[in-house]
């Protein structure tokens, strides 16, 4: 297997503010991650891809400003959501592509719990 | 584009049992991969097992195996001796082979309850 971590796994901000959330693959370099935020009893919404070292690429519906995505190093992206609101409260969880001689697959990071207060 | 269609909402089974989870997908590529990932109650997307679209053979992982059925599209999730510590969502995924631009689409997932 695979380890990808995220943090924090549970983060409370006030209204308007801004709030970060890393992902690390910590044993495999990933130069794509990707970004889902799930509703209860759903399942996962593709928010954006991550590439390392270029700009994200955004699904439709997606407001790139608001959530700002970075992918600086080999291991590591982070999402970030700008003047959040009520509604942004959700569950947000990134995964990464580790590719071996035999394929690709995808793992997943613990999810971020967001709530917007 | 890929669609992944999970038929059961909701399944239950009895502890030491054997559930068979199904799903169907649509696709017009050759190479592709599909996944079953399980997410108990904390969340965490969990790969239970993947098979590669070329191999014939169907994928096994302990007591999770999948009947793999390329021309009718069919990926099923059999978990023999069913514990409670299997019950979860399981979500059905598939994904292209290809090295850049790969990403999952995903089912809509099958909520498994083991009863004791």
């Known amino acids: 297997g695979a380890v990808v971590s995220q943090h924090p796994s549970w983060v409370i901000c006030k209204s308007g503010t801004s709030v970060k959330i890393e992902c690390r693959s910590l044993?495999?370099?990933?130069?794509?991650m990707f970004w889902y935020r799930q509703f209860p009893k759903q399942s996962l919404m593709l928010m954006a891809t991550?590439?390392?070292?270029?700009?994200?690429?955004?699904e439709q519906g997606v407001e790139k400003d608001k959530f700002l995505i970075n992918h600086a190093s080999l291991t590591l992206s982070t999402l970030t959501v700008t003047s959040a609101h009520p509604e942004d409260s959700s569950f947000y969880i990134c995964?990464?592509?580790?590719?071996?001689?035999?394929?690709?697959?995808?793992?997943f990071g613990e999810g971020s719990w967001l709530t917007v207060v | 584009a890929q669609t992944v269609t999970q038929s059961q909402p909701e399944m239950s089974v009895q502890e030491a049992e054997t559930v068979t989870l199904s799903c169907t997908y649509d696709?017009?590529?050759?190479?592709?991969?599909l996944f079953w990932y399980k997410q108990p109650p904390s969340r965490q997307m969990i790969l239970v097992i993947r098979q590669e679209a070329y191999k014939q053979q169907n994928a096994t992982e302990n007591r999770f195996s999948v009947n793999f059925q390329k021309a009718a599209k069919s990926f099923s999730l059999k978990i023999s001796d069913s514990q409670l510590g299997d019950t979860a969502m399981y979500f059905c995924a598939f994904m292209r082979r290809e090295t850049s631009g790969s990403r999952l689409t995903f089912g809509e997932g099958t909520q498994l309850t083991v009863n004791p």
């Open positions: 995964s990464a592509r580790k590719g071996t001689p035999s394929g690709n697959t995808i793992y």
């Open positions: 044993d495999f370099q990933a130069t794509t």
């Open positions: 696709t017009s590529e050759n190479n592709y991969y």
């Open positions: 991550s590439n390392e070292g270029s700009k994200a690429t955004y």
